[in-house]
């Protein structure tokens, strides 16, 4: 009886008085908003997944229409237009890695896009970091790659700024520091050079981020060894890009018959 009459005072004094009134209404403001804050909050992680997914097929159509653009501008600046020359050379297909391996020797991924998101054997594997690996065996609706943290990996890879070119290898020792092989000694390099990939194969477009050089060392006019620190957390990778090269099948076949002959 008295928590109700303690009630019924309270309404009376809070109806009858401005003050008292404003002041009720500012508090449960802030306590319904706290509320309904700690709720959205609680829904805006529910919904991660589903932004995250969303922007991942963002940036992957971003990349896509980059691509294009820049093919036009090249075009544009050409005096004799060849019109076979016009379409996309790249494609990228968004994925996400559902299984990753970085602490073994030969390290592979396993992606959740296959066939049928187009994907197949030998295509290259980025992501807004820099290289990931290559697709190696590919089903209806999952991949594997075989990782750069792979030792059975060779990518052709070169200095951001000169053109001299080598292999991305590694020595199976750290899950962070891949080598830099086969560089000529005249590359004159310096620890925190940027690494790229060279655009040499049919795989990896030219100027994907790979690292940075850590250290290196030369003996008898030749590198012993120049190790690269990745721009990838290889134990920490979630959502991906698959690049598909529409003149793949052209170059190589062009390839094998100027062998041939």
Request: charged fraction near 20%.
């Amino acid at each position: 009886m008295f928590l109700l009459l303690e009630l019924f005072a309270v309404y009376f004094t809070i109806q009858s008085h401005s003050y008292h009134r404003s002041k009720f209404v500012n508090s449960a403001n802030f306590i319904t908003g706290g509320i309904y804050k700690r709720i959205n909050s609680f829904k805006e992680y529910i919904r991660l997944k589903d932004e995250n997914d969303r922007l991942a097929e963002e940036n992957v159509h971003l990349k896509n229409l980059l691509d294009k653009e820049n093919i036009k501008e090249i075009l544009n600046d050409l005096t004799i237009i060849d019109t076979t020359d016009s379409n996309q050379k790249y494609f990228y297909i968004s994925s996400k890695i559902i299984n990753n391996e970085y602490n073994r020797s030969n390290n592979y991924i396993t992606i959740n896009s296959g066939t049928n998101k187009g994907i197949t054997s030998d295509l290259g594997v980025i992501n807004s970091k820099g290289i990931i690996g290559i697709t190696k065996s590919v089903s209806n609706r999952y991949a594997t790659v075989l990782s750069v943290l792979n030792i059975n990996s060779k990518i052709n890879i070169k200095m951001l700024n000169s053109n001299y070119f080598g292999s991305l290898s590694w020595d199976a020792k750290n899950y962070q520091i891949v080598q830099f092989l086969d560089l000529p000694v005249q590359a004159n390099i310096k620890i925190g050079d940027t690494v790229i990939t060279g655009g040499k194969s049919t795989i990896f477009p030219e100027g994907i981020p790979v690292g940075i050089i850590k250290n290196f060392n030369i003996i008898n006019n030749n590198y012993e060894y120049v190790n690269i620190d990745l721009f990838n957390d290889m134990s920490a990778l979630g959502y991906v890009e698959v690049i598909k090269n529409f003149d793949k099948e052209q170059i190589i076949e062009l390839e094998e018959k100027t062998t041939n002959e």
